[in-house]
């Protein structure tokens, strides 16, 4: 057992007796959970997708921005498919109509190489 000091700018100073090796594992674990909690979600879709697993993309993205992630939607365009530019402007349109009730669009990039990314960030609650 060791004398650990909790918090230090606490008048006075707060010590405990506690195994230090489990009293930092613990604030590392408590670290990689804060890491984890504020990640970039990313979601892939294909301009020739079917409306029903649209559906199921926007949901997700719904669900990942009411849990306070940001999230990267990429849509892929490659090879053939690079000259469908109106069909990517639709997909976008659409995604950001309904998903514009619970995030804020805070990026927008189109590519040469045929992907778009838009990054959607939480709209703030009110209390």
Same mark, same amino acid.
């Given at each position: 057992?060791?004398?650990?000091?909790?918090?230090?700018?606490?008048?006075?100073?707060?010590?405990?007796?506690?195994? +230090?090796?489990?009293?930092?594992? %613990?604030?590392?674990?408590? &670290?990689?959970?804060?890491?984890? $909690? @504020?990640?970039?979600?990313?979601?892939?879709?294909?301009?020739?997708?079917?409306?029903?697993?649209?559906?199921?993309?926007?949901?997700?993205?719904?669900?990942?921005?009411?849990?306070?992630?940001?999230?990267?939607?990429?849509?892929?365009?490659?090879? +053939?498919?690079?000259?469908?530019? %109106?069909?990517?402007?639709? &997909?976008?349109?659409?995604?950001? $109509? @309904?998903?514009?009730?619970?995030?804020?669009?805070?990026?927008?990039?189109?590519?040469?190489?045929?992907?778009?990314?838009?990054?959607?960030?939480?709209?703030?609650?009110?209390?």
């Amino acid at each position: 057992m060791d004398l650990v000091e909790v918090a230090p700018f606490a008048d006075p100073p707060v010590c405990r007796i506690l195994d +230090y090796s489990q009293y930092k594992y %613990e604030l590392e674990k408590k &670290l990689k959970q804060r890491k984890k $909690e @504020k990640e970039l979600k990313t979601i892939r879709i294909k301009p020739f997708i079917k409306s029903r697993d649209l559906e199921i993309k926007i949901n997700h993205i719904r669900d990942f921005l009411e849990k306070g992630h940001k999230v990267r939607v990429e849509v892929i365009c490659g090879g +053939y498919r690079k000259p469908f530019v %109106e069909m990517v402007d639709n &997909l976008l349109a659409c995604v950001r $109509e @309904k998903v514009s009730d619970i995030g804020a669009q805070e990026y927008e990039d189109r590519r040469e190489s045929g992907t778009s990314i838009i990054i959607f960030v939480p709209k703030k609650q009110k209390a």
